[in-house]
Nanobody
Framework: QVQLVESGGGLVQAEDSLRLSCAAS????????MGWFRQAPGKEREFVAA????????IYADSVKGRFTIARDNAKNTVYLQMSSLKPEDTAVYYC?????????????????WGQGTQVTVSS
């Protein structure tokens, strides 16, 4: 079992930057790809970014490509989401997710464990 805890959310203004962190604990040796998702009020949870076990393969949603960067530090069992040029439409609860498979996926149901989420609010 792996536990994920997100941190770093907050209230920022448009065009600001913010970095989210996701710390994993438990049986992290069995962990593989990691992902970030988000859910705005009244909307379904959507894919943001994902990264493979090695950190070399990264995939992004079109809406964040060029603005967000996902990275991981396996020695610290931590995954990051660096967000730049934030927009009001980026406002959502951001969730970290992990899967035992090493290949990242955009599919919400492709992940085996989830964090509780951290709120990101971008004001205009």
């Amino acid at each position: 079992q792996v536990q994920l805890v997100e941190s770093g959310g907050g209230l920022v203004q448009a065009e600001d930057s913010l970095r989210l962190s996701c710390a994993a604990s438990g049986h992290t040796n069995s962990g593989g790809a990691m992902g970030w998702f988000r859910q705005a009020p009244g909307k379904e949870r959507e894919f943001v970014a994902a990264i493979d076990k090695s950190g070399y393969i990264r995939i992004y949603a079109d809406s964040v490509k060029g603005r967000f960067t996902i990275a991981r530090d396996n020695a610290k069992n931590t995954v990051y989401l660096q967000m730049s040029s934030l927009k009001p439409e980026d406002t959502a609860v951001y969730y970290c997710a992990g899967r035992n498979n090493y290949v990242p996926t955009r599919e919400t149901n492709g992940y085996d464990y989830w964090g509780q989420g951290t709120q990101v609010t971008v004001s205009s």
